[in-house]
Antibody, heavy 123, light 111 residues
Framework: EVQLVESGGVVVQPGGSLRLSCAASGFTFDDYAMHWVRQAPGKGLEWLSLISWDGDDTSYADSVKGRFTISRDNIKNSMYLQMKSLSSEDTALYYC????????????????WGQGTLVTVSS | NFILTQPHSVSESPGKTVTISCTRDTGSIASNHVQWYQQRPTSAPTNVIFEDNERPSGVPDRFSGSIDSSSNSASLTISGLRTEDEATYYCQSYDSNNHWVFGGGTKLTVL
């Protein structure tokens, strides 16, 4: 059974930094690209970032480009999202999601999701 | 990036059929596959339709998807509505510059 478990969400002050983690199990982690998707309170889904199976290819939404960095450790079966210069607009539930392909640049989708970790940016 | 537009909400009675639309503003709806996700309150999204009209295992055949090039839109149709279908549904597609796009979501009320 595929399991994705996010962690690292906390209350952080505006301008602060935070690193989220996603622990994967139940599938061959380095066979698939992975994503981060967020959902602000009462709002819709927003795709944030992709990382290819080997970490060589990444992509970011304009809203987080230059502030967020996605990475993965295939030995630890984990993915990360390093976030900096946080503002109240980054307050959201952050999901990790598994892609259906290994590489980037492919019309793919999200076939498994974690339960999310909540990031609150507030003073 | 293109935009996917969905109605904010729809409602229908149990046993009836409902269709939720997803319209792409620029570029062809057929240029990349469309997926649909169901999100029940306080739960993570789950995929109910992939590659325009395919159902993942475990999703009942009451759920179906289609695309219409004439209206540049995709549709999710749920027949034989049940109260358990009450949820928010999101369409999603891929942008060729390595971005993924979601529609704004449609809240389905089964009353």
């Amino acid at each position: 059974e595929v399991q994705l478990v996010e962690s690292g969400g906390v209350v952080v002050q505006p301008g602060g930094s935070l690193r989220l983690s996603c622990a994967a199990s139940g599938f061959t982690f380095d066979d698939y690209a992975m994503h981060w998707v967020r959902q602000a309170p009462g709002k819709g889904l927003e795709w944030l970032s992709l990382i290819s199976w080997d970490g060589d290819d990444t992509s970011y939404a304009d809203s987080v480009k230059g502030r967020f960095t996605i990475s993965r450790d295939n030995i630890k079966n984990s993915m990360y999202l390093q976030m900096k210069s946080l503002s109240s607009e980054d307050t959201a539930l952050y999901y990790c999601a598994k892609d259906t392909f290994a590489a980037a640049g492919i019309s793919s989708y999200f076939d498994h999701w974690g339960q999310g970790t909540l990031v609150t940016v507030s003073s | 990036n293109f935009i996917l537009t969905q109605p904010h909400s729809v409602s229908e009675s149990p046993g009836k059929t409902v269709t939720i639309s997803c319209t792409r503003d620029t570029g062809s709806i057929a240029s990349n596959h469309v997926q649909w996700y169901q999100q029940r309150p306080t739960s993570a999204p789950t995929n109910v339709i992939f590659e325009d009209n395919e159902r993942p295992s475990g999703v009942p055949d009451r759920f179906s998807g289609s695309i219409d090039s004439s209206s540049n839109s995709a549709s999710l149709t749920i027949s034989g509505l049940r109260t358990e279908d009450e949820a928010t549904y999101y369409c999603q597609s891929y942008d060729s510059n390595n971005h993924w796009v979601f529609g704004g979501g449609t809240k389905l009320t089964v009353l």
